[in-house]
């Protein structure tokens, strides 16, 4: 499994823009062939900043994902409203205590 995150830094006035653009996308996002979930996270101190933690089975269908129209569509819509340059990172998982967690409270 690959663990993909990006950062978005938006104007502030671009913020209703961009949860709307998302909100429109975000099940063709999640239900993507190879996605097995994503999360959205908003800074706590600095709003302007979003960033997606998402799951993929692999590198080759994060890059499906990134090569389809689903997410071409979103980005040309998103991008023109970034404050900052994105900034994205893959990872491996070396150790999961989300896992852990889930299973105990069963």
Known sequence: ?????????????????????????KSKIVNFPG????????????KTIIMTYSHWDDESALNNY???QVFSNLWNNIKIHFS??????SHDIYFDGFDTIEKSLK
């Open 84 to 89: 900052d340059r994105p900034e994205a990172w």
């Open 66 to 68: 990134r090569s389809s």
């Open 1 to 25: 499994m690959l663990i993909r995150i990006v950062k978005l830094t938006f104007k502030e006035d671009s913020l209703d823009i961009f949860f709307n653009e998302f909100n429109k996308n």
């Open 35 to 46: 996605c097995q979930g994503m999360k959205l996270l908003q800074d706590t101190k600095d």
